[in-house]
T-cell receptor, first 111, second 115 residues
Framework: QKEVEQNSGPLSVPEGAIASLNCTYS??????FFWYRQYSGKSPELIMS????GDKEDGRFTAQLNKASQYVSLLIRDSQPSDSATYLC???????????FGKGTKLSVKP | KAGVTQTPRYLIKTRGQQVTLSCSPI?????VSWYQQTPGQGLQFLFE???????NKGNFPGRFSGRQFSNSRSEMNVSTLELGDSALYLC??????????????FGQGTRLTVV
């Protein structure tokens, strides 16, 4: 089993719709969970972090975490063409500085 | 507040040569991690340094090495370059509080092309 699994996409949604990105992880010791956005040719940009089970909202973004199911998701409401990018899920053990990344989901928001 | 700075941004090297990449973390961040990103393999962890000590290492050959200085700046070195080493090399820094690592922030990366 891969450590972090994400649907590679591409996930295509119309402008204004909700985009739902999913991620499962295998390391049960993971305590922190991060979502990064990466535009083509650019470096990853941190957009959300979540540490506890449940939902965390920040503007148009909502992260959801279920540690029992080893599942984390990111919802993007009112999707905009500027949200078109690859979204990377990265769990982390609190005692370690490195992140293990999924392959990422490519999101395309059509005007 | 200045972000993570990586130099150089672009590099072209010949097979067999060696290369050194530099990373200056955000002020106060003592943890620096390095990643290699290629289209086929995605983002792969190379190594992580904290307080000048390598704490974790990914599954890369010994040609890949690194170090961290007392001011938390880090360098990574790749010796005997191969064509497959062509990639975007990313550095990320984290604040560490009470032994717990906070969010990691990435630099712009160094695009290495081996010809």
């Amino acid at each position: 089993q891969k450590e972090v699994e994400q649907n590679s996409g591409p996930l295509s949604v119309p402008e204004g719709a909700i985009a739902s990105l999913n991620c499962t992880y295998s390391d049960r010791v993971s305590q922190s969970f991060f979502w990064y956005r990466q535009y083509s040719g650019k470096s990853p940009e941190l957009i959300m972090s979540i540490y506890s089970n449940g939902d965390k909202e920040d503007g148009r973004f909502t992260a959801q975490l279920n540690k029992a199911s080893q599942y984390v998701s990111l919802l993007i409401r009112d999707s905009q063409p500027s949200d078109s990018a690859t979204y990377l899920c990265a769990p982390q053990r609190g005692s370690q500085g490195n992140l293990i990344f999924g392959k990422g989901t490519k999101l395309s928001v059509k005007p | 507040k200045a972000g993570v700075t990586q130099t150089p941004r672009y590099l072209i090297k010949t097979r067999g040569q060696q290369v050194t990449l530099s990373c200056s973390p955000i002020s106060g961040h003592r943890s620096v991690s390095w990643y290699q990103q290629t289209p086929g393999q995605g983002l792969q962890f190379l190594f992580e340094y904290f307080s000048e000590t390598q704490r974790n290492k990914g599954n890369f050959p010994g040609r890949f090495s690194g170090r961290q200085f007392s001011n938390s700046r880090s360098e990574m070195n790749v010796s005997t370059l191969e064509l497959g080493d062509s990639a975007l090399y990313l550095c990320a820094s984290s604040l560490v509080m009470g032994g717990v690592f906070a969010e990691a922030f990435f630099g712009q990366g160094t695009r290495l092309t081996v010809v």
